[in-house]
């Protein structure tokens, strides 16, 4: 240990489910680099760094040295070299911010399945046909790939690449607001019967928490001096809420991801303006995450749950995009769609005059909004329209019977977590679980 820093608790902290328990390398190690080794579900034997791209400064604090974090292969590690700051292992290695840590291929380093020669066993399944979700994670290892056709390779990476990112938005949230979640789920039970069932946590409730026990550190919207500073922190944390709500409620359901076939994407784009009557009635869980590649190595996605505004007594579906080339919390972006009117349209015509009306209010404008059918308030409409509501067409295909949902582990053939679609609650704390999704009708056409 170095100035009562733990190694072992900061790669636990950071990796979180990416990390393989038990695993040791094939050879001694240089004792500064050696408490910082771990294995990685998508870079096998690595050594946490903190990554110096030149602009770290002279005394950078903990928290700015924890923030840069990177697994990255010993191999490199070894080569590029080090200097220890703070207990830490600081290393110059290639980083582009679109693909992350570029380093040779042939500096990855795997060892089998269920530890090296000199590691504990890890803990195997116990049942042949499913896994415990702490080990399901490893159906998915970059070590396996060779074991699939080629044509299916995109499943495993897709499943790392998505958990890569869930991990780091779910430890940049425990970052800011340590303990949040927790207290979360300890308000969601104090006040058990009192929201609809399909709601996780109304977002004014988790407002309420961050005003109250997070007020010094609530995000400060850049851009916004000229606001009263009451204003600016109110804005401030209407923002976090609404991302910490979209987070919690997909952890609470059980950390469930969906993929959903290429095929779908037309019949989305087709129905991109049909407002799903009932959606809270059919909702599965309290919130899903979806995924999608956007390149071999890279996946972009978005949560979707539902909101019940308690002060207007409104139901509305929250998408929350996932979009950014590296993830991360601050570039979230929330869209909430009313649950109202005929169309989406119509619904994001009543979701964005409120939201207008009461940032006027906030403001002191009294600006009216123009409405009128060739005006820039409904031309925004429109084109808003076109790209949530495919993505409300995606919320309404979770809850229909003509979707098939399979495990994507027992799709590749491997052990999956032992469910079916919809899956029981079980926020356990653990690894997520990807679910592949298509028509109903195309697993009959193909049987």
Request: glycine share 8%.
């Amino acid at each position: 240990m170095n100035n009562g820093l733990d190694p072992r608790e900061v790669i636990a902290r950071s990796l979180g489910h990416m990390v393989v328990a038990g695993r040791t390398y094939g050879r001694e190690l240089h004792p500064d680099i050696a408490p910082w080794h771990c294995y990685t579900l998508d870079g096998g034997h690595s050594i946490l760094v903190v990554l110096d791209l030149g602009d770290l400064g002279e005394n950078p604090t903990r928290k700015e040295l924890e923030d840069r974090l990177c697994p990255s292969p010993v191999k490199s590690v070894e080569r590029a070299g080090w200097r220890m700051l703070d207990g830490y292992v600081v290393s110059v290695l290639p980083y582009d911010p679109h693909l992350g840590l570029v380093t040779p291929e042939e500096d990855d380093e795997y060892g089998e399945e269920y530890g090296d020669g000199k590691a504990a066993e890890a803990p195997r399944p116990t049942t042949p046909e499913t896994v415990s979700r702490t080990e399901y994670p490893k159906q998915f290892t970059k070590r396996r790939d060779d074991e699939i056709p080629e044509i299916v390779r995109w499943l495993p990476q897709l499943y790392r690449c998505t958990a890569s990112r869930l991990e780091k938005l779910e430890r940049q949230a425990e970052r800011q607001f340590p303990g949040v979640f927790d207290r979360l789920e300890a308000l969601r039970e104090q006040h058990a019967g009192q929201w609809p069932t399909w709601c996780w946590m109304p977002i004014g409730a988790v407002r309420a928490v961050l005003e109250h026990d997070y007020s010094t550190r609530i995000t400060r919207p850049s851009g916004r001096t000229g606001l009263d500073p009451r204003m600016i922190a109110s804005l401030g944390s209407a923002g976090d809420a609404a991302k910490l709500a979209a987070i919690g409620a997909w952890r609470s359901a059980g950390r469930h991801v969906v993929n959903f076939h290429d095929s779908m994407t037309a019949t989305f784009e087709s129905q991109a303006d049909v407002l799903p009557v009932g959606l809270e009635e059919r909702w599965p869980l309290h919130g899903v995450y979806i995924t999608f590649e956007t390149g071999p190595q890279s996946s972009a996605g978005l949560f979707l749950h539902l909101e019940w505004d308690e002060q207007e007594q409104r139901a509305e579906l929250r998408v929350m995009m996932d979009s950014a080339p590296v993830t991360s919390l601050a570039d979230l972006l929330a869209q909430p769609v009313f649950l109202a009117g005929s169309t989406v349209t119509e619904a994001l015509a009543q979701t964005w005059t409120a939201t207008l009306m009461r940032t006027n209010s906030m403001m002191g404008s009294s600006e009216i909004l123009d409405i009128s059918e060739d005006g820039k308030f409904n031309r925004m409409v429109k084109e808003q329209a076109a790209h949530v509501g495919v993505w409300v067409a995606a919320a309404a295909a979770i809850c229909s019977d003509d979707l098939a949902v399979h495990d994507a582990a027992e799709a590749l053939g491997r052990m999956g977590g032992g469910e079916t679609w919809p899956p029981a609650v079980k926020p356990d704390g653990s690894a997520p679980l990807l679910w592949i999704a298509a028509p109903r009708a195309m697993y009959e056409q193909a049987g």
